[in-house]
Nanobody, 126 residues
């Protein structure tokens, strides 16, 4: 079992930065791939970024590539999402998720993730 709690969301102007954190409890955190997803009002939850259980492999949605960076600190049971050059279209509730135990390549499909946090709101004003 893994419990996930996101933090770091808030209101920021376009062009600004935020860093989201996802703290995990459970001894097996380091065995899981970690992903970030987001859901805007009236839209489906979409993939943002993921990293493998080692942190060596990362994937990004095309819409955030070059602006967002996912990283993890297994000693702290925490995964981060650094978001730079934010745009109004990045406004959404951001969720972290754990899944794909021992996968070399982290999954990008929601169905591959077993545990989810409650989400944190990110609002980017124009």
């Amino acid at each position: 079992q893994v419990q996930l709690v996101e933090s770091g969301g808030g209101l920021v102007q376009a062009g600004g930065s935020l860093r989201l954190s996802c703290a995990a409890s459970g001894r097996t955190f380091s065995n899981y791939a970690m992903g970030w997803f987001r859901q805007a009002p009236g839209k489906e939850r979409e993939f943002v970024a993921a990293c493998s259980w080692t942190g060596r492999s990362t994937y990004y949605a095309d819409s955030v590539k070059g602006r967002f960076t996912i990283s993890r600190d297994n000693a702290k049971n925490t995964v981060y999402l650094q978001m730079n050059s934010l745009k109004p279209e990045d406004t959404a509730v951001y969720f972290c998720a754990a899944g794909g135990m021992y996968y070399t390549n982290p999954p990008r499909a929601r169905e591959e993730y077993d545990y989810w946090g409650q989400g944190t709101q990110v609002t980017v004003s124009s």
